[in-house]
């Protein structure tokens, strides 16, 4: 039952990142938006953390850059300027 739930884990994670590119393929999410950083992170990190149990040391350097890469789109997201609506004056 312990590794199902580990699998599970690896799986989600896995279609998470899947999910956030097919986004971004099909141009239904704009890559510097926080949905796709967050769904990104997540996803990674739910695939580092079967990886702590099922370890395989390409995939785990993997992960920790697509964990670091994430962040930095987040912290970019989150230190943006507002763009002022040209609406709104």
Same mark, same amino acid.
């Given at each position: 039952?312990?590794?199902?739930?580990?699998?599970?884990?690896?799986?989600?994670?896995? /279609?998470?990142?899947?999910?956030? &590119?097919?986004?971004?393929?099909?141009?239904?999410?704009?890559?510097?938006?926080?949905? &796709?950083?967050?769904?990104?992170?997540?996803?990674?990190?739910? /695939?580092?953390?079967?990886?702590?149990?099922?370890?395989?040391?390409?995939? /785990?350097?993997?992960?920790?850059?697509?964990?670091?890469?994430?962040?930095?789109? /987040?912290?970019?997201?989150?230190?943006?300027?507002?763009?002022?609506?040209?609406?709104?004056?």
């Amino acid at each position: 039952m312990h590794d199902i739930i580990i699998d599970a884990i690896g799986m989600l994670g896995t /279609l998470m990142v899947v999910l956030a &590119y097919t986004l971004l393929q099909f141009e239904r999410i704009d890559p510097k938006s926080l949905s &796709y950083n967050v769904i990104n992170l997540v996803g990674a990190i739910f /695939l580092f953390f079967s990886l702590c149990f099922n370890f395989n040391l390409a995939s /785990l350097v993997i992960e920790v850059f697509w964990i670091g890469a994430s962040m930095i789109g /987040l912290w970019r997201h989150w230190h943006r300027p507002m763009v002022k609506d040209h609406f709104t004056s």
